[in-house]
């Protein structure tokens, strides 16, 4: 049984920094197309943070991370990394790792329907 597990949330103020990890068990993330992001916030719906290929590398973020959030990958691949730096009060959510059997682009990165596999998230507080 294929597993995500998600870690590194918890309570930060404004301005801090955090890198949420995302782990597989029971198969590789080598054997996905690519690997997501997404976050709920408090009385709001699933949305996409970010994506990472795992064929070709590219990246895909939403408007509200970008430049701020970075995803990433271990060399090995068995690791993908969120870092979010400039943490604000709106970043404020419970994050999903979620992985896809299917080639991502631009015009489906972004939708829950694209992924077929998802961890069960990480709390991410940015309060002061």
């Known amino acids: 049984q294929v597993q995500l597990v998600e870690s590194g949330g918890g309570l930060v103020n404004p301005g801090d920094s955090l890198r949420l990890s995302c782990t597989v068990s029971?198969?590789?993330?080598?054997?996905?197309?690519?690997v997501a992001w997404f976050r709920r916030a408090p009385g709001k719906e699933r949305i996409f943070v970010a994506a990472?290929?795992?064929?070709?590398?590219?990246?895909y973020y939403a408007d509200a991370v970008k430049g701020r959030f970075t995803i990433s990958s271990d060399g090995a691949k068995t690791t993908v990394f969120l870092r979010m730096n400039n943490l604000k009060s709106e970043d404020t959510a419970v994050y999903y790792c979620?992985?896809?059997?299917?080639?991502?682009?631009?015009?489906?990165?972004?939708?829950?329907?694209?992924?077929?596999?998802w961890g069960q998230g990480t709390q991410v507080i940015v309060s002061s």
């Open positions: 029971g198969r590789s993330f080598t054997n996905f197309f690519a």
């Open positions: 979620a992985a896809s059997d299917w080639a991502i682009n631009s015009m489906n990165v972004h939708t829950t329907e694209q992924y077929d596999t």
């Open positions: 990472l290929s795992m064929t070709g590398g590219s990246t």
